[in-house]
């Protein structure tokens, strides 16, 4: 998703780069209700998520579309556990595609703010981490994002990391997980108001479900995309 956007709870949810918004965005689709906005993730994931309650919803202008495409993700997902498979067809994986919308993953703000009026009481909400770990995490996910896709580990292959490193460094693709310009609003100023960090997510982002005032809702936060330990590997001294 961007995104969620959630009128009931007031807050609006831009997804950045390599900062494990996946993981936050489906645990906040929990607090969502049916008239909220909920972009599509990676469908492998959003099987995950529509087991926790809810999926990707009113992004696009054919709701009726979005319905069919999770009933197949939710069927596909069931067919596996009927017939005792250990993950979902990578034939199916590498096929199915949300349907179009005019919200998206990882929309900036400010195209956002082109199609939703956001007021003052809305909290926008984002989450940030180290930079040289966003750039490890990046380069992972580059060489290992067609296998995650059709079910397998987010994990390259450690001696892969340093020559991609090396090369993609020296070009303009990793500048991708800089994130700031998805938080500006439409006049070009950061307009976020909460800034989860990486590495103390579980707190800061239970301080702000607690602000919607629902206790009929645990807070779970899954580990999507779950490869690479890129602390372990940052400090392992892949840089140098």
Known sequence: ???????????????????????????????????????????????????????????????????????????????????????????????????????????????VMRLQNIDDGMQIACIERSPYRKV?????????????????????????????LDTALRGDDYKAVLNIDRYKDVSGKIAVKRIFKYENIQNDLKDFVDTFGRDDVSLDIPHAKKGLNVERASSGCLFF
């Not at 969502?32 to 809810?54: F, K, N, Q, V, Y």
């Not at 296998?147 to 001696?159: F, N, P, T, V």
Request: with cysteine.
């Open 1 to 111: 998703m961007i995104l969620i956007l959630s009128e009931a709870n007031k807050f609006v949810f831009i997804k950045g780069v390599k900062v494990a918004g996946t993981s936050v965005e489906m645990a906040l689709s929990r607090y969502c209700s049916d008239g909220c906005i909920i972009t599509p993730i990676t469908p492998i994931d959003e099987i995950a998520r529509l087991g926790m309650g809810r999926g990707a919803q009113n992004y696009s202008d054919a709701p009726h579309q979005e319905k069919i495409y999770l009933k197949r993700l939710m069927h596909q997902s069931k067919s596996s556990i009927k017939n005792i498979t250990p993950r979902v067809s990578k034939y199916f994986l590498r096929r199915i595609r949300p349907p179009e919308g005019r919200y998206y993953n990882h929309m900036p703000l400010s195209e």
């Open 136 to 164: 490890l995490s990046w380069a992972n996910m580059r060489l290992s994002m067609k296998k995650y896709k059709s079910g397998g580990l987010m994990q390259a292959d450690r001696k892969d990391l340093r020559p991609f």
